[in-house]
Protein backbone atom coordinates (compact mmCIF):
# COMPACT_ATOMS: atom_id res chain seq x y z
CA UNK A 1 0.00 0.00 0.00
CA UNK A 2 1.69 3.25 -0.71
CA UNK A 3 1.86 6.36 1.80
CA UNK A 4 -1.01 8.30 0.11
CA UNK A 5 -3.48 5.42 0.44
CA UNK A 6 -2.12 4.27 3.76
CA UNK A 7 -3.09 7.87 4.94
CA UNK A 8 -6.52 7.75 3.52
CA UNK A 9 -7.20 4.24 5.03
CA UNK A 10 -6.02 6.12 7.82
CA UNK A 11 -8.60 8.68 7.39
CA UNK A 12 -11.73 6.71 6.77
CA UNK A 13 -11.53 5.39 10.00
CA UNK A 14 -10.50 7.71 12.28
CA UNK A 15 -13.72 9.96 10.57
CA UNK A 16 -15.75 7.11 9.44
CA UNK A 17 -16.21 5.47 6.06
CA UNK A 18 -19.62 6.72 5.03
CA UNK A 19 -18.70 10.09 5.96
CA UNK A 20 -15.92 10.38 3.95
CA UNK A 21 -17.39 7.81 0.61
CA UNK A 22 -20.83 9.15 0.53
CA UNK A 23 -19.77 12.50 -1.06
CA UNK A 24 -17.69 10.42 -3.78
CA UNK A 25 -20.76 8.03 -4.08
CA UNK A 26 -22.81 10.84 -5.09
CA UNK A 27 -20.56 12.76 -7.07
CA UNK A 28 -20.21 9.54 -9.43
CA UNK A 29 -24.39 9.15 -9.88
CA UNK A 30 -24.62 11.50 -13.21
CA UNK A 31 -28.52 11.39 -12.30
CA UNK A 32 -28.04 13.50 -9.02
CA UNK A 33 -29.78 17.01 -9.88
CA UNK A 34 -31.22 16.03 -13.47
CA UNK A 35 -34.58 15.21 -13.94
CA UNK A 36 -34.20 11.29 -14.01
CA UNK A 37 -32.91 11.87 -10.24
CA UNK A 38 -36.01 10.95 -8.52
CA UNK A 39 -38.02 9.07 -11.81
CA UNK A 40 -39.20 9.70 -14.96
CA UNK A 41 -42.25 8.91 -17.24
CA UNK A 42 -41.19 7.44 -20.51
CA UNK A 43 -44.80 6.21 -21.63
CA UNK A 44 -48.05 7.80 -19.72
CA UNK A 45 -50.49 5.40 -18.66
CA UNK A 46 -47.95 2.64 -18.33
CA UNK A 47 -46.58 1.02 -15.12
CA UNK A 48 -43.80 2.48 -13.59
CA UNK A 49 -41.34 0.23 -11.97
CA UNK A 50 -39.83 1.33 -8.13
CA UNK A 51 -35.89 1.71 -8.11
CA UNK A 52 -35.16 1.67 -3.86
CA UNK A 53 -32.61 3.95 -3.30
CA UNK A 54 -28.73 2.83 -1.95
CA UNK A 55 -26.43 4.59 0.06
CA UNK A 56 -23.72 4.28 -2.15
CA UNK A 57 -25.86 5.05 -4.74
CA UNK A 58 -25.62 1.78 -6.96
CA UNK A 59 -29.29 2.27 -7.95
CA UNK A 60 -27.93 4.34 -10.44
CA UNK A 61 -27.72 1.74 -12.71
CA UNK A 62 -30.99 0.53 -12.93
CA UNK A 63 -31.59 4.20 -13.56
CA UNK A 64 -29.53 3.85 -16.54
CA UNK A 65 -31.41 0.98 -17.66
CA UNK A 66 -34.39 2.12 -17.20
CA UNK A 67 -33.52 5.27 -19.34
CA UNK A 68 -31.64 3.57 -22.14
CA UNK A 69 -34.57 0.57 -22.15
CA UNK A 70 -37.21 3.78 -21.86
CA UNK A 71 -39.31 2.29 -19.39
CA UNK A 72 -41.18 4.22 -16.86
CA UNK A 73 -39.54 4.54 -12.90
CA UNK A 74 -40.02 5.87 -9.85
CA UNK A 75 -36.97 6.02 -7.00
CA UNK A 76 -37.86 6.23 -3.16
CA UNK A 77 -36.16 6.40 0.00
CA UNK A 78 -36.93 3.99 2.62
CA UNK A 79 -34.18 5.07 5.28
CA UNK A 80 -36.75 7.18 6.63
CA UNK A 81 -39.60 6.85 9.97
CA UNK A 82 -42.28 7.05 7.14
CA UNK A 83 -40.53 4.74 4.19
CA UNK A 84 -43.61 2.06 4.42
CA UNK A 85 -46.44 5.54 3.05
CA UNK A 86 -43.22 6.62 0.64
CA UNK A 87 -43.41 2.95 -0.47
CA UNK A 88 -47.19 2.56 -0.64
CA UNK A 89 -47.81 6.51 -2.30
CA UNK A 90 -45.27 5.47 -5.27
CA UNK A 91 -48.01 3.22 -6.49
CA UNK A 92 -45.67 0.37 -7.59
CA UNK A 93 -45.67 -3.30 -7.70
CA UNK A 94 -42.34 -3.80 -8.49
CA UNK A 95 -39.36 -3.24 -6.59
CA UNK A 96 -35.85 -3.33 -7.84
CA UNK A 97 -33.13 -3.70 -5.05
CA UNK A 98 -29.39 -3.22 -5.01
CA UNK A 99 -28.19 -2.64 -1.28
CA UNK A 100 -24.30 -1.87 -0.29
CA UNK A 101 -23.91 -4.07 2.46
CA UNK A 102 -20.30 -4.00 4.76
CA UNK A 103 -21.13 -3.90 8.40
CA UNK A 104 -24.44 -5.68 10.21
CA UNK A 105 -26.52 -2.86 10.84
CA UNK A 106 -26.41 -2.53 6.77
CA UNK A 107 -27.60 -5.90 6.68
CA UNK A 108 -30.36 -5.51 9.40
CA UNK A 109 -31.78 -3.10 7.71
CA UNK A 110 -32.06 -4.74 4.35
CA UNK A 111 -33.71 -7.91 5.78
CA UNK A 112 -35.98 -5.90 7.85
CA UNK A 113 -37.26 -3.78 5.63
CA UNK A 114 -37.30 -6.35 2.53
CA UNK A 115 -39.25 -8.77 5.27
CA UNK A 116 -41.74 -6.16 5.51
CA UNK A 117 -42.24 -5.37 2.20
CA UNK A 118 -42.42 -9.16 0.79
CA UNK A 119 -44.64 -10.68 3.91
CA UNK A 120 -46.78 -7.89 4.77
CA UNK A 121 -46.96 -5.20 2.20
CA UNK A 122 -46.99 -8.53 -0.28
CA UNK A 123 -45.02 -6.04 -2.91
CA UNK A 124 -43.08 -8.28 -5.70
CA UNK A 125 -38.83 -7.76 -4.84
CA UNK A 126 -35.98 -8.43 -7.29
CA UNK A 127 -33.43 -9.91 -6.91
CA UNK A 128 -35.77 -12.55 -5.12
CA UNK A 129 -36.36 -12.00 -0.98
CA UNK A 130 -34.95 -15.73 -0.47
CA UNK A 131 -31.58 -14.28 -2.62
CA UNK A 132 -30.98 -11.11 -0.92
CA UNK A 133 -31.29 -12.59 2.51
CA UNK A 134 -28.07 -14.94 1.90
CA UNK A 135 -26.55 -12.06 -0.03
CA UNK A 136 -23.65 -10.28 1.88
CA UNK A 137 -24.18 -13.19 4.25
CA UNK A 138 -21.25 -15.56 4.37
CA UNK A 139 -22.57 -17.57 7.71
CA UNK A 140 -25.83 -17.92 5.81
CA UNK A 141 -24.31 -18.86 2.78
CA UNK A 142 -22.41 -21.52 4.43
CA UNK A 143 -25.10 -22.73 6.10
CA UNK A 144 -27.39 -22.85 3.17
CA UNK A 145 -24.77 -24.76 0.95
CA UNK A 146 -25.07 -27.31 3.98
CA UNK A 147 -28.80 -27.80 3.65
CA UNK A 148 -28.70 -28.48 -0.23
CA UNK A 149 -25.74 -30.47 0.02
CA UNK A 150 -23.72 -27.90 -2.47
CA UNK A 151 -19.77 -28.53 -2.33
CA UNK A 152 -18.05 -25.53 -0.59
CA UNK A 153 -14.86 -25.12 1.28
CA UNK A 154 -15.50 -26.29 5.03
CA UNK A 155 -16.44 -23.35 6.99
CA UNK A 156 -17.17 -22.83 10.77
CA UNK A 157 -19.21 -20.21 12.83
CA UNK A 158 -18.52 -19.56 15.88
CA UNK A 159 -20.76 -18.20 18.74
CA UNK A 160 -19.02 -19.02 21.48
CA UNK A 161 -15.94 -17.35 22.76
CA UNK A 162 -14.33 -20.82 24.41
CA UNK A 163 -15.82 -23.19 21.50
CA UNK A 164 -13.90 -21.13 19.11
CA UNK A 165 -10.98 -20.99 21.59
CA UNK A 166 -10.40 -24.69 21.89
CA UNK A 167 -11.20 -24.90 17.38
CA UNK A 168 -7.97 -22.65 16.79
CA UNK A 169 -5.80 -25.21 19.78
CA UNK A 170 -5.37 -27.70 17.03
CA UNK A 171 -6.46 -26.05 14.14
CA UNK A 172 -4.75 -26.58 10.84
CA UNK A 173 -2.46 -23.55 9.49
CA UNK A 174 -2.91 -21.16 7.38
CA UNK A 175 -6.53 -20.75 7.95
CA UNK A 176 -8.89 -18.59 6.78
CA UNK A 177 -10.88 -15.97 9.14
CA UNK A 178 -13.88 -14.06 8.06
CA UNK A 179 -16.11 -11.19 8.76
CA UNK A 180 -20.13 -12.09 7.92
CA UNK A 181 -19.96 -9.11 5.69
CA UNK A 182 -17.29 -7.30 3.56
CA UNK A 183 -16.88 -7.16 0.08
CA UNK A 184 -13.61 -7.38 -2.43
CA UNK A 185 -11.83 -9.07 1.11
CA UNK A 186 -11.74 -6.64 3.16
CA UNK A 187 -13.07 -8.54 5.99
CA UNK A 188 -10.86 -11.81 4.59
CA UNK A 189 -7.46 -12.50 7.19
CA UNK A 190 -5.12 -15.61 6.26
CA UNK A 191 -4.02 -16.81 9.33
CA UNK A 192 -0.48 -18.51 9.71
CA UNK A 193 -0.24 -18.45 13.53
CA UNK A 194 -2.02 -20.13 16.21
CA UNK A 195 -1.01 -17.06 18.07
CA UNK A 196 -3.03 -14.80 15.68
CA UNK A 197 -6.00 -16.73 15.48
CA UNK A 198 -6.28 -16.51 19.21
CA UNK A 199 -5.79 -12.94 19.21
CA UNK A 200 -8.51 -12.80 16.70
CA UNK A 201 -10.80 -14.62 18.74
CA UNK A 202 -10.15 -12.36 21.40
CA UNK A 203 -10.81 -9.76 19.19
CA UNK A 204 -14.02 -10.90 17.60
CA UNK A 205 -15.87 -11.35 21.24
CA UNK A 206 -13.98 -7.83 22.92
CA UNK A 207 -13.66 -4.85 21.00
CA UNK A 208 -14.81 -6.39 17.78
CA UNK A 209 -12.82 -6.87 14.39
CA UNK A 210 -12.51 -3.78 12.13
CA UNK A 211 -12.79 -4.20 8.77
CA UNK A 212 -10.07 -3.08 6.19
CA UNK A 213 -10.14 0.41 5.28
CA UNK A 214 -13.68 1.08 6.92
CA UNK A 215 -14.37 3.43 9.76
CA UNK A 216 -13.34 2.52 13.53
CA UNK A 217 -17.03 1.85 14.04
CA UNK A 218 -17.88 -0.61 12.04
CA UNK A 219 -17.03 -3.76 13.54
CA UNK A 220 -18.00 -7.20 13.71
CA UNK A 221 -18.15 -8.40 17.32
CA UNK A 222 -19.79 -11.52 18.74
CA UNK A 223 -19.11 -13.95 16.18
CA UNK A 224 -16.04 -15.36 14.09
CA UNK A 225 -15.67 -17.26 10.63
CA UNK A 226 -13.10 -19.71 9.85
CA UNK A 227 -12.73 -21.26 6.65
CA UNK A 228 -10.21 -23.85 5.27
CA UNK A 229 -7.07 -22.36 3.30
CA UNK A 230 -7.34 -23.66 -0.28
CA UNK A 231 -3.69 -23.03 -1.97
CA UNK A 232 -3.08 -22.20 -5.71
CA UNK A 233 -6.65 -22.22 -6.04
CA UNK A 234 -8.64 -21.16 -9.06
CA UNK A 235 -11.61 -18.76 -8.74
CA UNK A 236 -14.47 -18.54 -11.76
CA UNK A 237 -17.58 -16.82 -11.74
CA UNK A 238 -20.54 -17.81 -13.29
CA UNK A 239 -23.37 -15.05 -13.92
CA UNK A 240 -26.98 -15.78 -14.90
CA UNK A 241 -29.76 -13.13 -15.81
CA UNK A 242 -32.90 -14.62 -17.59
CA UNK A 243 -31.35 -16.78 -20.60
CA UNK A 244 -28.23 -15.00 -20.56
CA UNK A 245 -24.99 -16.48 -18.44
CA UNK A 246 -21.85 -15.16 -18.48
CA UNK A 247 -18.27 -16.51 -17.48
CA UNK A 248 -15.61 -13.80 -16.11
CA UNK A 249 -12.54 -15.29 -14.14
CA UNK A 250 -11.02 -13.84 -10.98
CA UNK A 251 -6.99 -13.45 -11.12
CA UNK A 252 -5.03 -13.91 -8.27
CA UNK A 253 -3.01 -11.06 -6.64
CA UNK A 254 -1.47 -11.97 -3.30
CA UNK A 255 -2.86 -14.34 -0.81
CA UNK A 256 -6.79 -13.14 -2.95
CA UNK A 257 -8.53 -12.90 -5.81
CA UNK A 258 -11.01 -11.17 -4.40
CA UNK A 259 -10.62 -7.09 -4.23
CA UNK A 260 -7.89 -7.98 -7.02
CA UNK A 261 -9.22 -5.60 -9.28
CA UNK A 262 -8.00 -8.04 -11.98
CA UNK A 263 -11.03 -9.84 -13.06
CA UNK A 264 -11.06 -10.93 -17.40
CA UNK A 265 -13.49 -12.73 -19.53
CA UNK A 266 -12.73 -16.50 -19.86
CA UNK A 267 -14.48 -19.93 -21.42
CA UNK A 268 -15.97 -21.67 -18.59
CA UNK A 269 -15.54 -25.05 -18.31
CA UNK A 270 -19.73 -26.27 -19.19
CA UNK A 271 -19.92 -28.17 -16.22
CA UNK A 272 -20.12 -25.19 -14.26
CA UNK A 273 -22.76 -23.31 -16.46
CA UNK A 274 -24.64 -26.50 -16.05
CA UNK A 275 -24.75 -26.14 -12.10
CA UNK A 276 -25.99 -22.56 -12.00
CA UNK A 277 -28.19 -23.26 -14.47
CA UNK A 278 -29.61 -26.46 -12.36
CA UNK A 279 -29.10 -24.28 -8.76
CA UNK A 280 -31.50 -21.29 -10.42
CA UNK A 281 -33.95 -23.04 -11.67
CA UNK A 282 -34.45 -25.14 -8.84
CA UNK A 283 -34.81 -22.57 -6.44
CA UNK A 284 -36.56 -20.35 -9.07
CA UNK A 285 -34.07 -17.89 -9.49
CA UNK A 286 -33.64 -16.32 -12.66
CA UNK A 287 -30.67 -13.70 -11.10
CA UNK A 288 -27.36 -15.16 -9.92
CA UNK A 289 -23.86 -15.21 -9.39
CA UNK A 290 -21.99 -17.70 -8.23
CA UNK A 291 -18.07 -17.98 -7.77
CA UNK A 292 -16.41 -21.27 -7.64
CA UNK A 293 -12.92 -21.99 -6.40
CA UNK A 294 -11.22 -24.80 -8.51
CA UNK A 295 -8.35 -26.61 -6.00
CA UNK A 296 -5.19 -27.63 -7.55
CA UNK A 297 -6.82 -31.21 -7.04
CA UNK A 298 -9.06 -30.87 -9.71
CA UNK A 299 -12.88 -30.05 -7.35
CA UNK A 300 -15.22 -27.49 -7.94
CA UNK A 301 -16.33 -25.24 -4.51
CA UNK A 302 -18.70 -22.81 -4.12
CA UNK A 303 -17.28 -19.51 -2.46
CA UNK A 304 -19.90 -17.30 -2.54
CA UNK A 305 -23.49 -16.37 -3.99
CA UNK A 306 -24.26 -13.16 -5.11
CA UNK A 307 -27.41 -11.52 -5.99
CA UNK A 308 -25.88 -8.73 -7.49
CA UNK A 309 -22.30 -7.92 -8.58
CA UNK A 310 -19.66 -5.58 -9.54
CA UNK A 311 -19.19 -4.68 -12.89
CA UNK A 312 -16.04 -3.89 -13.92
CA UNK A 313 -15.52 -2.66 -17.82
CA UNK A 314 -13.86 -5.62 -19.89
CA UNK A 315 -13.63 -5.76 -23.54
CA UNK A 316 -12.44 -8.55 -25.35
CA UNK A 317 -13.23 -9.60 -28.85
CA UNK A 318 -13.43 -13.19 -28.57
CA UNK A 319 -14.57 -13.89 -25.10
CA UNK A 320 -16.66 -11.38 -24.44
CA UNK A 321 -20.37 -12.42 -24.54
CA UNK A 322 -23.00 -14.78 -23.17
CA UNK A 323 -23.86 -18.30 -23.12
CA UNK A 324 -27.06 -19.84 -23.93
CA UNK A 325 -28.56 -22.86 -23.71
CA UNK A 326 -31.01 -24.47 -25.79
CA UNK A 327 -33.87 -26.80 -24.45
CA UNK A 328 -34.45 -28.71 -27.26
CA UNK A 329 -31.00 -29.76 -28.07
CA UNK A 330 -29.52 -29.65 -24.08
CA UNK A 331 -26.06 -27.80 -25.55
CA UNK A 332 -24.91 -24.61 -25.27
CA UNK A 333 -23.49 -21.94 -27.71
CA UNK A 334 -21.55 -18.61 -27.65
CA UNK A 335 -22.96 -15.18 -28.68
CA UNK A 336 -20.67 -12.47 -29.13
CA UNK A 337 -21.05 -8.82 -27.85
CA UNK A 338 -21.68 -6.51 -24.73
CA UNK A 339 -24.64 -7.91 -23.33
CA UNK A 340 -23.42 -6.73 -19.97
CA UNK A 341 -24.48 -3.12 -19.77
CA UNK A 342 -25.14 -1.47 -16.47
CA UNK A 343 -24.01 -4.34 -14.39
CA UNK A 344 -26.69 -6.55 -16.16
CA UNK A 345 -29.38 -4.26 -14.93
CA UNK A 346 -30.35 -3.90 -18.44
CA UNK A 347 -31.31 -7.35 -18.66
CA UNK A 348 -33.03 -7.44 -15.04
CA UNK A 349 -35.19 -4.51 -15.84
CA UNK A 350 -36.33 -6.47 -18.96
CA UNK A 351 -36.57 -10.12 -17.58
CA UNK A 352 -38.82 -8.20 -14.96
CA UNK A 353 -40.88 -6.12 -17.58
CA UNK A 354 -41.21 -9.87 -19.71
CA UNK A 355 -42.37 -12.05 -16.85
CA UNK A 356 -43.41 -9.70 -13.39
CA UNK A 357 -45.58 -6.69 -15.08
CA UNK A 358 -48.82 -7.31 -16.39
Known sequence: MTIKALMVSKVKQLLGYDRIQQAAWKKGNPFINTEYEHGHEFNPGQEAICIIEDVAQEHQFYIKACVELRMNYKVVNITGPGWIDAVRKSGCKIFMIWPTIYKPIQKQFWDDRLHIMDKYLGLKIFPSPDLLWIYESKRRTADWLVTQNLAHPKTRAFFDKEQALEFVKDVGLPVVCKTDQGAASSGVFIVRSHQHAVKLVNRAFASGILLKNRGMHDRHQGYIIFQEYLPDCKEWRIIRVGDSYFCRFK???????????????????????????????????????????????????????????????????ELEGRYLYNDATGTWSFEKGDFFQNRCANLRIQWVKENMMA
Do not use: Y
Open 251 to 317: LKVGDFHSGSGDIVWAKPPEHLLDAVRKISAQFSIPNINVDFFETNDGKFLINEIHALWGGKVLHDE
